[in-house]
């Protein structure tokens, strides 16, 4: 989403700078928000399991309403469900870890960080030509695809076992 937020911004609602920049930093501020208030809590009362699916699901209809919104205001809710969605990634962490033995946790946490960095060089570039490719005929196809992808997920994490369920 960060790499195609300001072109979005500027394609469908037509922001200038300064509105992409406050949008920015309203998702940076209800992330860690999220983060501090959220992640743990949630975690906690319902496990590591749930709060992943919390997460994907906050993503995912975010993503989807980003491929349907039409106004300005209709930007708010979507940041909140989209920095909501960072919830799963700490979830996520936390379930790998704890299927791990003590002495592999160095090895899971490089994984972790490799596959971070690669999908950090990946994602952008495949998102950008998905986007290019298809904005001509509407611009929020590179929304429905990414929260399609999280129904990818779906299957693994129905057949993951251990605790966090």
Do not use: K
């Not at 960060?2 to 609602?13: K, P």
């Amino acid at each position: 989403p960060g790499s195609l937020w300001v072109i979005y911004g500027e394609d469908r609602f037509h922001w200038s700078a300064a509105a992409v920049g406050l949008s920015l930093a309203a998702f940076g501020a209800m992330h860690a928000l999220a983060q501090a208030f959220v992640t743990g809590p949630l975690a906690e009362r319902f496990g590591e399991r749930r709060a992943l699916l919390v997460g994907m699901a906050a993503d995912g209809t975010g993503f989807l309403l980003l491929a349907f919104a039409t106004r300005n205001w209709m930007m708010a809710p979507i940041l909140v469900l989209l920095a909501t969605g960072g919830v799963g990634m700490t979830a996520l962490q936390a379930m790998l870890s704890r299927s791990m033995p003590e002495d592999r946790q160095g090895a899971l946490q490089g994984i972790l960080t490799s596959l971070g960095n690669l999908s950090s060089v990946i994602g952008p570039l495949a998102f950008t030509a998905i986007y290019a490719a298809t904005a001509r005929a509407w611009n929020g196809w590179v929304w429905i695809i990414a929260a399609a992808l999280y129904l990818t997920c779906l299957p693994a994490l129905v057949r993951a076992n251990g605790e966090g369920r």
